[in-house]
Every structure is written in C-alpha cells, then in structure tokens.
C-alpha cells in the first residue's frame, strides 16, 4: 500500500508542478500585457504634445479663447479638468472679466488619459485687448528742482510741492514752493529708513519704506509725526504711493497695485497689463482724474492706467526730457497740477510742467 501511495504523491506533485507553470506563464503574460499597455499611456503633458505650457509664453488677451490641444494621442485622452485661479474652467472657454483678470492667472491642468492623471501648472499672462495709445503732449514750463533730492514721492498740494528722497542717512520729507529750491519744511528720516513714496489722505501723509516694512505718518500741515504702521507682508518692498480720496494705493516693484485702508489693510488688488506684456517695476504714481498714472522704474514712460482693471490704456514717452546719466538718476515723479502735471526725477535739476495736446 505503501509504494502505491508512493506513486499517487509523484503524480499529484506533477500535477501541482505543471499548474505553478501555468500560472507562472498567465502571470508572465499579464506582465507583459501589463508592460505592452502602460507604453502606449500617456505620461506627461509633452507625451501628447500639449500646447499648454506654450500659451504662458505666449499669453492670451481678452476676448480670446483658452484652447488646450493635444497634438499627439488626443483618441487616448478620456478628459480634460482646467483650473484658472482655482476655479473650475471649461476649454475653450473665452477670457473676459467675468472669468480672468489682466496680469498673471494661475494655470492647472489635470489630464484623465488611463492611468493616473497627468498635471500641470503655469502662470498665464493675461494682457489687454487694446493697444495702448500715446499721449500728445507739450513742455509748457520748466521749473528748478532740488537737485539732492533722491525723489521718491511727489506731489502738490495748498500750493507747495511735498516731495520725500529716499537713500539710507539721506531719506526725508520737504516741502517748497514751486519754482523755488529752499524748503519751506523739512523733517528727516532715521539713517536706517530709506524713504519712498508719499500720499495725502484725510489730512496726514503717509511715507512708505523701501525696505523697512513699516510706513510712517505725519500731519500734513505741521510735518509731525503721528504713527508708524505695519506695511502689509504681501507687498514685496515699498515703492510708489498715491490715494484716489478713499484709498492708499501702493506699488512694490512688481506688476502689482494695491488699495490700502487708512490702517494699511489690503482691500483689493490690480495688475498693471497692455497689449503687449505685464508692466512690472511700477514706481511713483500719482492719481489723476480717475486714472493711475505710475512710472515704470528705470523707463521714461509714464502709464495711464485704468484703476479698476489695470488695464494700461495710455502712456507718456518723456525720452524727449530725461536727465539721465545712466546710473540712478531715472525718471520718478509725476504730480497733478491743475490741468497739466508736474514731471521730474531723482537728482534731477529741473522739474516739467507738461499739458496734454487735445
Ligand atoms: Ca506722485
């Protein structure tokens, strides 16, 4: 009985044996087929030659419509999920104020194609769908300016000019009446300030700091000192200031212009965007019947922009009065001034009154 039992464990050890080998061949088939299939899938956005990374460089203008297309396998692509500021956006959808802004927009992209969903992210640049026109205008007067002031703030009120300079141990706040270089007033900063643009609202003065992180406040009449606030953390640096009555509003090197509250809150944001590119190094401005007029640092343009969208609608090119020797001394300084303004720059010696030809 022994052997015989003997005989039936080999025949079933066969047995056992040949089915391992099937199902080593099945699993050695599905791998295979497993391998097969994930070559023909999709990976990465550039596996389907996406245009998507292409429409940051390229930018898109209102009125125009964002297309994402697939120029490779778009049979293999099941959907296609697009976020623009972190909302939900269909494509091909057509950019207008309801569902962009001008500026930089953020770009997501999620792609079903089988597997795991491919991702992407860009910065779109949304620019305007208007060119922006240049200013005729005329040099009615010259005026002198105080040529060691490293002008950073500018404006005219009560019949004197307020001007702040900026520097480390040179930073302060004057006052003079135009067509004059003696001060009327003059307070200056700490050694450790370097001061930057000014703006009048409700009867004090604000003065930012470059890189302070703090602004300070002065009565407009006395030149004295009130408080010192904290500059909001999301402005990269202090730059440009003006007020429209209601608002501060700031600029900080970059594309961005924000309205401020008496207390320096953030209350709402713009993006400075032509036809043809985003504006960054928006610098000194000045709020004119309605419209943002801000230098571009280190440029001789002078942009009309729209305070609401951002949109750059017009532009002053004052290459025809720059004093520039190629260091610092750029262009910054624009004041409103009856109907004209008022344009100089840092350590310049003369100050502009320009008209615009109508
Ligand atoms: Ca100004």
Known sequence: M????????QWLGKIKCTRMKVYKLILVLIGITTIISCGNEPKSLSDLQSNFYEIQHNGLRLGDSLNVFFF????????????????????????????????????????????SPILGETNVPILNSFKETP????????????AELFTQGFFFHNNKIYESAGQYKKSKLVTYSL????????VKQDANLFSEGIALLNGKIY?????????????????KLIEEIPMPSEMKEGWGLTSDGEFLIASDGTQTIYFLDERLNVKRKIQVAGHQSVYTYINEMEFINGKIYANVWTTNFVLVIHPETGAVERYYDLTSL?????????????????????????????????????
Request: net charge negative; hydrophobic share 30%; charged share 25%.
């Open 207 to 223: 003065l930012l700091t470059y890189r302070e992180k703090r602004a300070l406040v002065y009565d407009v009449q006395t030149l």
């Open 322 to 358: 720059n004093q520039s020797t190629g260091s610092d001394d750029v262009l910054n300084g624009i004041a409103s001034y009856g109907n004209n303004i008022l344009v100089t720059g840092k350590t310049w010696n003369k100050i502009y009154e320009l008209s615009e030809k109508k």
């Open 135 to 146: 200013v005729e205008f005329e040099i009615v007067k010259e005026y002198p300016h105080p």
């Open 2 to 9: 022994g052997g015989r039992d003997g005989e039936v464990d």
């Open 179 to 186: 067509g004059f270089t003696n001060y009327s007033q003059e």
């Open 72 to 115: 490779k396998n778009p049979d293999l692509v099941d959907s296609v999920e697009l976020t623009l500021n972190g909302k939900l956006v269909k494509n091909h959808i057509v950019m207008d104020s309801s569902n962009t802004h001008l500026g930089i927009n953020n770009l997501k992209i999620k792609v079903y194609a089988g597997g």
